[in-house]
């Protein structure tokens, strides 16, 4: 509830979600609606652009993390129980989205399963800005995190021959591409269903968990206004 809370009061949070809103209006408004694949891939930007942003502020520099320290709670409380408000807010209407898609009886099961897909890459992305929260401030992690949410979905192949001018930077783009939580992985995830990009996925979870807990208790509070 706390994580609720605090991602919710966050008016840069709420200006992503007012935006999400927007481009997921506007594309219902197009034909998307009854489009799994086209829904798919905007509830995974639009759900995702909302995580990021929220998930940024739950345990950034500042005010959040001194209130953090004060809790009674340890790390572990904080830095589960935060990215369980953010998956279940975002979650909850990247499922809803979801679920409207299906135009028949017979897309229920792919409008669940694209659901289901939704939320982990919600819970990924939202974990990973949750992680970077503390080390570089909730604006940095924000823009961090919203960077591989709307570049995300450019498949590695696709970036591979996009920078096949600079072979210096080619390979690492394209490693991170194969090994960060990213859209081309979620959408891959719905679509194929390959158990690796779930695996991924749940991965960048647990390390986003693991790392915001640790650094709840250990990384120093600054006394200026990062977490703004």
């Known amino acids: 509830m706390l994580g609720l809370r605090l991602a ?3 008016r840069a949070a709420q200006l992503a979600a007012l935006l999400a809103v927007m481009l ?4 219902v408004a197009g034909g998307v609606r009854h489009d799994l694949a086209g ?8 759900g995702g652009s909302v995580a990021a942003v929220a998930a940024s502020r739950v345990l950034a520099v500042g005010a959040a993390l001194r209130a953090a ?11 589960v129980g935060r990215s369980t408000g953010i998956a279940l807010m975002v979650g909850l209407a990247v499922a809803g989205m979801a679920l409207s898609s299906a135009g ?4 229920w099961m792919p409008a669940v399963r694209l659901a289901l897909v939704g939320w982990i890459y919600v819970a990924a992305i939202g974990a990973v800005s949750l992680m970077l929260g503390p080390m570089v401030g909730a604006s940095a992690a ?12 450019v498949p590695p192949s696709a970036m591979y021959r996009l920078l096949d001018a600079w072979p210096l930077v080619q390979r690492p783009v394209v490693w991170l591409w194969n090994i960060l939580p990213l859209g081309w992985r979620a ?8 158990a690796q990009d779930a695996v991924l996925l749940a991965g960048w979870i647990v390390i986003g968990v693991v790392v915001a807990a640790w650094a709840a208790v250990r990384v120093p509070v600054a006394s200026g206004q990062r977490g703004a």
């Not at 829904?39 to 639009?46: D, Y």
């Not at 028949?104 to 897309?107: E, F, I, P």
């Not at 959408?187 to 390959?194: A, I, N, S, Y």
């Open 187 to 194: 959408h891959r995830l719905h679509v194929d269903g390959e």
């Open 39 to 46: 829904a798919g891939r905007l509830s995974f930007v639009a």
């Open 142 to 153: 924000a823009s961090l995190t919203l960077v591989l949410v709307w570049l995300g979905g």
């Open 8 to 10: 919710s009061r966050s």
């Open 24 to 27: 997921i209006g506007m594309a």
């Open 69 to 79: 320290r004060r809790a009674a709670a340890s790390g572990w409380m904080h830095a």
């Open 104 to 107: 028949s009886a017979t897309d």
